[in-house]
């Protein structure tokens, strides 16, 4: 090699490199299960001070949506770009790479433009699937990512202290952080964050958490933050008027199947109190990660961003768990913090999707745009609080809510600025086997189905129209 050339294959390294550490690294953290009305959403209840915080330094989009209220399809979308119905996802078992074999992953597309990625936690769904994970994702294998939540036991020395907690589905132990999966999470993600401080590479480090998923087994000091005494009662806990019966699910999650239980109102207030306690527990970790992001100085060049895969019932509806197409189910919390950002603390209406954070998250790294995905951009709220982005949300889930071999119906639903519009499906067929309408200018819980009203025929006709656009086939 002649002088010159070795001088100038020298001087792209270097501007290689430069180029390099200039550019924004992601913290990207995921929750499992959080609701949004009890994730920094202003409820008085929860405690969650970290989360509070991010918002206060970042966006909050108060009107975010997933694809569909169950881990492995959301996930599945929000990771590819991609609606359900374009990868044919809406199961637990089946994998994106089964369907996709080549899609190109958020973390892979930063791979390819010189970030190294990292997973530590759930960020896909995992364990029913062969392929442990996405492994084509991350620069290095990821950890505590596939398991079950109910092998997420105590790990202590000594004896283990007594469970006080009652219902099957709670636990309330006098034990450390890290005896469970999320207390040694942040562990490993503090110590990545020193690893990737010591290198000169952007990095997309992925923080799945598993809380608050059930069990509600978070340690006891977070049990010890409530008065159970003083914890509010579903506020709608019964079915709503005039909707159909098509909409419901067996919340076999928590109620058990294929007989359910009958709970006692002394359970159904533990196992709320055990949902605070557990959002509080996993908050606390988030606050470790991002202490340790500052005291590293990397959060003047990091993006962070929180989210949850859907949201949750407790009750309301005659619900518990997931697996519906109703606003307590559809709605996530969305924190996007940027350096340097415009407005911070000041949060958005807009309306958003998970999927939308693949795009998003590129155009905020300079990098160049994905092909093919079906999110937007929320780069202009992200500008201006009051830009709008999407004139609609757009979610689904089937019946049953766990299927074999392909559902019986399909429920799709859109949400607008003031309206929630539910449409179910035969799956073959097509054929409509009933709707709903919720308006939340005047009901924001949901409890009147109003899409048989004449004084809503209008309403519907415009949901409807949106409706053929997220779901055209």
Known sequence: MSRSLFQAVLFLIAVSVADAAEKPNVLFIAADDLRCDLGCMGNNEVLSPNLDALAARGRLFTRAYCQQAVCNPSRASLMTGLRPDTLKIWDLPTHFRERRPDVVTLPQHFRKHGYFAQNIGKIYHNWRQDIQGDPASWDVPAVMHYATHGSDKPIVKGPLPPNSASDIKCE????????????????????????????????????????????????KKYW??????????????????????????????????????????EAVMEIRHGYLAAISYFDAQVGRVLGELDRLGLRDNTIVVFWSDHGYHLGEHTLWAKTSNFELDAHVPLIISAPAMKQPGQST???????????????????????????????PALDDPKSTVEPAAFTQHPRPAYFNGKPDVMGRSVRTERYRYTEWREFESGKLVGSELYDHQTDPLETVNVAAKSEYAQAVKDCQKHYRTGFPD
């Open 172 to 219: 309330c132990r006098d034990v450390s952080d890290a005896a469970y999966f999320d207390g040694r999470i942040a562990d490993l993600s503090i110590k990545a964050l020193r690893e990737r401080k010591a290198d000169n590479k952007p990095f997309f480090l992925a923080v799945g958490f598993w809380k608050p998923h059930s069990p509600f087994n978070a340690p």
């Open 224 to 265: 010890d933050l409530y008065d159970r005494s003083k914890l509010s009662p579903p506020p709608n806990p019964e079915w709503p008027k005039d909707a159909p019966r098509i909409a419901w699910h067996n919340s076999r999650e928590i109620l058990g199947s294929p007989k359910p239980r009958e709970l006692t109102p």
């Open 349 to 379: 209406e807009t309306l958003a999707e998970l999927l939308d954070m693949y795009p998003t998250l590129a155009e905020m790294c300079g990098l160049p745009a994905p092909t093919g995905v079906e999110g937007k951009s929320l780069v």
